[in-house]
T-cell receptor, first 114, second 111 residues
Framework: DAGVIQSPRHEVTEMGQEVTLRCKPI?????LFWYRQTMMRGLELLIY????????DSGMPEDRFSAKMPNASFSTLKIQPSEPRDSAVYFC????????????FGQGTRLTVV | SQQGEEDPQALSIQEGENATMNCSYK?????LQWYRQNSGRGLVHLIL?????REKHSGRLRVTLDTSKKSSSLLITASRAADTASYFC???????????FGTGTRLQVFP
């Protein structure tokens, strides 16, 4: 397996634009996590899915953020409209079962909002 | 909010020395994991220790867990320059899928 695949690797966008980040988890994994990493706030859990269902989105900063998982092999994190403070590295991770095994991380998407 | 706090925030040592990083957390846990992150890359899993375990080894890594103190330590023995990275602990509480990461320790190993 190629591991968790995220796209794009880098994204530069203007304030107010819509941004969509994509993630393909490892085949067979049933938990998927979206994290955001900044120097100031560290690694924050935004939302996680189990069997394609959003279980906890309490970490999503505000209504401008939304996440979907239409099937077991694809998830998106959308920011609309984007703001400069959304600039961060966004990671997607997947794991095999509920909390008892390691999480595999993608390489991340570095988002810059200017 | 973050569950774990790592200590120290940064650590600089010479090759061959041992590196010890500590993690404290706030609530009861199912298990505790340690991850490594090289600059600009995703996190990589190192080791998992369950709440009913007290110590675990993997190669040059030794992890301890004290649930009464809600703390864990990661020891890297005979460090190498290639161990330079940030190290994070992560916990998941019982009855939840949430995997919450600590603040991390930046380790610099000088050759």
């Amino acid at each position: 397996d190629a591991g968790v695949i995220q796209s794009p690797r880098h994204e530069v966008t203007e304030m107010g634009q819509e941004v969509t980040l994509r993630c393909k988890p490892i085949s067979g994994h049933n938990s998927l996590f979206w994290y955001r990493q900044t120097m100031m706030r560290g690694l924050e859990l935004l939302i996680y899915f189990n069997n394609n269902v959003p279980i906890d989105d309490s970490g999503m900063p505000e209504d401008r953020f939304s996440a979907k998982m239409p099937n077991a092999s694809f998830s998106t994190l959308k920011i609309q409209p984007s703001e400069p403070r959304d600039s961060a590295v966004y990671f997607c991770a997947s794991s095999l079962s509920r909390g008892n095994t390691e999480a595999f991380f993608g390489q991340g998407t570095r988002l810059t909002v200017v | 909010s973050q569950q774990g706090e790592e200590d120290p925030q940064a650590l600089s040592i010479q090759e061959g020395e041992n590196a010890t990083m500590n993690c404290s957390y706030k609530t009861s846990i199912n298990n505790l994991q340690w991850y490594r992150q090289n600059s600009g890359r995703g996190l990589v899993h190192l080791i998992l220790i369950r709440s009913n375990e007290r110590e675990k080894h993997s190669g040059r890594l030794r992890v301890t867990l004290d649930t009464s103190k809600k703390s864990s330590s990661l020891l890297i023995t005979a460090s190498r320059a290639a161990d330079t990275a940030s190290y994070f602990c992560a916990t998941d509480a019982p009855d939840t899928d949430k995997l919450i990461f600590g603040t991390g320790t930046r380790l610099q190993v000088f050759p």
